[in-house]
């Protein structure tokens, strides 16, 4: 039997510019984590939260400059971490992670960080009820 098919529509993605002699622009940014952890904790999020909801309305904003009509703007996809080891209780260094992929459809609405953080956050809600469906008895 074959199963639902998993393609799934495109999303956006963000290219960068080809140089002829091969050299990649990196843009890189330094933070002190103590005060990333804050602007979480005043949002209420964890801190893989806040850092996907900026990357989330990077690509959102990035995207309203290619797109002139918000009907045709792509969804924007990310990969979120897990980690498992404080699901199943394993003292593990190694990795124990799940990716979780979480989009928004920016098609629909303009969506503010509040909006990215309430989406985030119930995707957090909605893993924390499958984990506790899905932990060890």
């Not at 529509?9 to 990649?24: A, K, P, V, W």
């Not at 843009?27 to 801190?47: N, P, Q, R």
């Not at 990716?99 to 629909?108: F, G, T, V």
Request: a positive charge; charged letters at 25%.
């Amino acid at each position: 039997p074959i199963g639902k098919s998993r393609n799934e529509s495109n999303s956006y993605r963000i290219l960068g510019e080809l140089e002829e002699d091969g050299f990649c622009h990196v843009t890189t940014f330094m933070i002190k984590a103590s005060e990333l952890l804050d602007l979480a904790h005043s949002y209420g999020v964890t801190l893989t939260a806040i850092v996907a909801a900026i990357f989330i309305k990077a690509a959102i904003n990035l995207q309203k400059q290619d797109v002139k009509k918000l009907r045709h703007m792509k969804k924007v996809k990310v990969l979120l971490p897990v980690d498992l080891r404080r699901i199943y209780g394993s003292k593990t260094l190694r990795n124990f992670v799940l990716c979780l992929r979480a989009w928004i459809e920016p098609s629909d609405k303009i969506y503010t960080f509040e909006d990215v953080f309430a989406f985030l956050g119930l995707v957090r809600y909605i893993l924390k009820f499958k984990h506790s469906i899905l932990r060890p008895f």
